[in-house]
């Protein structure tokens, strides 16, 4: 990322809730077996303990998992965009219902477009769970998620905003 925003301003930062005044979110435990590697990423509750969405699932996420900020993290000087894996021997912060930035690595978000998780891995070169948009959606790959949709377009590096359950 630069800093001269020639066409556009960069959506985001995954994670990043961006409206704050909408936002419902819930502390939580994250399964220290299962650790969720992104910020942005759908997550599901197994046991009271938030997971990453797996390959094979048919479940709706429960939520998104938030980026902290300000973080305690011992790398103060990574830059934006290259955020540590989330602390699983943390609480972690879960949007239930509101507005965050994620990143979508396949397809071509569009305003009000369905967001799809990843289930399956063809290549094994992919992350379960990871967010596309819909001219990327397969039956056999993707799971779209209800109440959720895409409210524009991505930014260069795939960063968009969704709605989740508003």
């Not at 290259?82 to 978000?109: E, F, I, N």
């Not at 056999?140 to 968009?160: L, P, Q």
């Amino acid at each position: 990322m630069t800093n001269a925003f020639v066409y556009r301003m960069p959506a985001g930062i995954p994670g990043d809730v961006t409206r704050h005044e909408a936002a419902k979110i819930e502390p939580q435990q994250m399964d220290t077996a299962y650790p969720v590697t992104q910020f942005g990423l759908p997550v599901k509750l197994v046991s009271g303990k938030v997971r990453p969405m797996a390959a094979g699932d048919t479940e709706q996420p429960y939520g998104f998992l938030v980026r902290p900020f300000p973080s305690q993290s011992g790398n103060a000087n990574s830059p934006l965009g290259t955020a540590v894996a989330p602390d699983s021997s943390q609480l972690c912060d879960v949007l239930v219902s509101g507005y965050m930035t994620v990143k979508s690595y396949l397809g071509t978000p569009a305003k009000n477009g369905a967001v799809y998780y990843l289930t399956q891995d063809l290549t094994s070169l992919l992350l379960i769970g990871r967010v596309e948009g819909a001219d990327d959606a397969s039956p056999t790959n993707n799971i779209a998620i209800t109440n959720c949709r895409y409210m524009g377009a991505a930014d260069a590096d795939g960063n968009v905003e969704i709605a989740f359950n508003v």
